[in-house]
């Protein structure tokens, strides 16, 4: 969170995604890929209560990649440009190399927030309510972390609405991410687990614990986790 001026604030958020690792190009398009670069990022934004503003993309291209698959970065491109379209900010800038390593990606966004602050996750007090923005679980087993909308709409309505104290998106799990967001809020937090609720993609036929334990560690849901007094 950057302070460019005594009454208003910028935020830049930054990731960097490798094929093997977040995506895997021999099942996955360059297009999904593309996307799921920069979705990420928004869902930084959308945590922090923030609307885009402009993206910076660098790529490091494998060069057999290149020759296999002439139009790998036209769909990359596109999968990039269906965020930018939907969302209505700027592709501004970036670089692009090529190398005999693995295909990366690294997206930067910059933002402004939607009303006048930002969240933050280490703002949750003793007393405050705990919740999620959508079901949990299953995002990998479903493909839905490739595909996942980024929830800057219902933070944009949080943040004109409810009184928020801190936020953060689920990348790695309900159970890890509500640890982070405790330790740097200096409290804790106890759930029920009969409230955590269970998204499709986790298998009807699971036991009860594989379906809670899916919710609580399956991570890549990128819904808002999020604490109100």
């Known amino acids: 969170v950057l302070d460019v001026a005594a009454d208003s604030q ?3 958020v930054t990731d960097l995604l490798l094929d093997g690792v977040h995506f895997d190009l021999n099942v996955t398009s360059p297009f999904l890929a593309g996307r799921k670069a920069v979705a990420v990022n928004l869902s930084d934004l ?10 910076f993309v660098s790529l490091a291209v494998p060069r057999g990649r290149l020759q296999a698959s002439p ?15 939907e969302f209505h900010f700027s592709l501004a ?29 280490s703002a949750a ?4 309510a705990v919740f999620v923005t959508g079901p949990l679980g299953g995002s990998l087993h479903g493909g839905r972390h490739l595909t996942f909308m980024p929830r800057l709409q219902i933070s944009e309505w949080l943040s004109r609405t409810v009184e928020v104290r801190a936020m953060l998106d689920l990348s790695d799990g309900l159970s890890i991410d509500l640890h982070r967001m405790m330790e740097a809020s200096g409290t804790a937090a106890e759930i029920s687990a009969s409230t955590i609720p269970i998204h499709s993609d986790v298998p009807a036929e699971w036991s009860s614990e594989k379906r809670l334990a899916a919710a609580l560690g399956d991570g890549e849901d990128f819904e808002l986790l999020f604490t109100v007094c």
Do not use: H
């Open 93 to 121: 800038g970036g670089d692009t190399n090529s190398w005999q390593g693995p295909f990366a990606i690294n997206v930067c966004l910059t933002g402004v927030p939607f009303s006048d602050r930002t969240f933050l996750r």
């Open 125 to 128: 007090k003793v007393g405050d």
């Open 10 to 12: 910028q935020v830049v």
């Open 71 to 85: 139009d790998f970065l036209r769909e990359l491109y596109r999968g990039i440009q269906q965020m930018t379209d």
């Open 46 to 55: 959308a945590a922090m209560g923030c609307r885009p503003t402009a993206a």
